[in-house]
């Protein structure tokens, strides 16, 4: 199997889904979860199974608080939902006026400001560039009796190339979910 001769289609391969998921990161991000953007996940248990009136008359109880609505999903009798950053007061509110309608146990309520994700996106970060440069050094120290012309730090590099290369891979792929199916 001739795989260098073949390389070119590798490359066209790997440009046809690199570059569409670098567009659309730069141009649309990725679709992060309240850990990095901040804001308040809910779990309420209902008696019966949860239908689609349900999930809508919770989805109006919020919006006639104001309360922006990240995401509601359901499963058998719960439903779990994401918005903003709440307060204990907006969630007392939330939960009597829900009350009227239904009756249902909040099972979860959590609150997480976007500091958090800050944080450790940054750290993440610094991780990363330490690894980079920890890998560089390793492979070049490995590979330092290669025989010239080949060069050990070379090899380093292009590791490295390669890491960045799938993530690239991944991030660009969940960056176009994200947009159009919401992942």
Not at 159 to 167: E, G, N, P, Q, T
Request: glycine letters at 8%.
């Amino acid at each position: 199997m001739d795989i260098i001769g073949k390389k070119n289609y590798y490359f066209g391969l790997s440009l046809i889904v690199v570059v569409p998921g670098l567009i659309a990161l730069i141009l649309w991000g990725l679709n992060l979860s309240i850990d990095f953007t901040g804001g308040s996940r809910l779990t309420l248990a209902f008696r019966d199974e949860v239908g689609e009136n349900t999930v809508q008359a919770v989805r109006k109880s919020l919006e006639a608080q104001k309360i922006e609505v990240s995401s509601i999903e359901k499963s058998n009798n719960l439903i779990f939902v994401r918005t903003e950053p709440l307060d204990q007061n907006q969630n007392n509110k939330f939960l009597s006026s829900l009350s009227k309608d239904f009756s249902a146990d909040q099972k979860e309520f959590e609150t997480i400001g976007p500091i958090i994700g800050k944080e450790t996106t940054l750290n993440a970060v610094k991780a990363v560039v330490i690894a980079s440069i920890l890998i560089v050094l390793y492979i070049t120290w490995s590979f330092r009796h290669v025989p010239k012309p080949a060069s050990s730090i070379r090899f380093g590099v292009c590791a490295i190339a390669a890491l960045i290369h799938d993530v690239l891979v991944v991030v660009g792929i969940f960056a176009i979910l994200g947009h159009f199916f919401g992942v």
